[in-house]
């Protein structure tokens, strides 16, 4: 799902070079103990990711960063992390900065997972009889919510700061994920794709894609623009976009509740004309 989000942020773009991808998971979801243990062992992951086209070593559960999950959610901080998404969009779609970064739907567990990478408390988190120890703890006594939240922000810059963000999110993440899985190997039974080995990002456009898992999954879309003018303030839901321009709020939220997909463009248009005139 980051790699369609990351794409939809490169159409609307004008050369786009960075992406930012946040990554909200539930700890009252149902996951499974390899997904445990995947995160245990990824707390003490040291890995290379592309930072202004050069190739740095960073760490998992490092540099944490600020972002606006949406209303209800608020301001969050998330930590590095060793998905793989920020290994291939760099390649997929041509950008010179793409980041991960992982937390909870509970601050606190977030946290918690940073003091002890920054202690270096998380070493005990290796051994194979302490990650039994949590995941039983975990399963029998969830504390949390069931919620997820996959959040791309991207610009042309650094220095201009970020222009453009998407998100989607919902409850269930296991099932989102066996969704999209099952929309994939579906779409490559009845299509005619050209032989070899893509990536989602390669094959299908954002939108449609994700439009069509509204049949079997409620989710909420969110797009919002980013303008130097005046920091946006609105947030739209649902496939709507929400732009603030000149200390005016040229969408309300609800206005674009029922549009059809080309209507939808119309707005991304309109949107991409405003960026234009501010010399983007």
Excluded at 126 to 140: E, G, H, N, P, S
């Amino acid at each position: 799902m980051s790699n369609l989000l990351a794409k939809h942020c490169n159409t609307v773009i004008r050369d786009m070079r960075f992406a930012d991808i946040y990554i909200l998971l539930g700890m009252g979801e149902a996951h499974g103990d390899a997904a445990y243990r995947w995160t245990f062992e990824d707390i003490n992951d040291q890995f290379s990711v592309k930072e202004e086209g050069k190739v740095e070593q960073v760490a998992s559960f490092e540099a944490g960063k600020k972002t606006i999950f949406s209303d209800y959610l608020g301001n969050r901080t998330a930590f590095r992390s060793n998905f793989a998404d920020q290994h291939v969009i760099p390649r997929t779609l041509d950008l010179d900065s793409v980041s991960t970064r992982l937390c909870t739907d509970s601050p606190l567990i977030t946290w918690l997972f940073a003091l002890l990478k920054k202690t270096g408390g998380s070493k005990i988190l290796k051994f194979r009889a302490v990650q039994d120890y949590l995941i039983k703890l975990l399963t029998l006594f969830p504390f949390g919510t069931d919620q997820y939240v996959v959040k791309v922000e991207a610009g042309s810059s650094r220095d201009t700061g970020i222009l453009y963000e998407c998100s989607v999110s919902g409850n269930g993440e296991g099932h989102i994920t066996g969704l999209v899985a099952a929309k994939v190997a579906e779409e490559l039974h009845i299509s005619s794709f050209e032989p070899g080995v893509f990536h989602i990002e390669q094959l299908f456009e954002p939108l449609p894609f994700i439009e069509s898992l509204a049949s079997t999954a409620e989710y909420r879309a969110l797009t919002r623009w980013h303008l130097p003018v005046l920091p946006s303030r609105n947030i739209s839901y649902k496939v709507q976009c929400t732009i603030d321009y000149e200390g005016k709020s040229w969408a309300t939220p609800n206005r674009f509740a029922g549009y059809s997909p080309s209507r939808r463009t119309a707005c991304y248009m309109r949107g991409w004309q405003i960026l234009t005139k501010l010399g983007f």
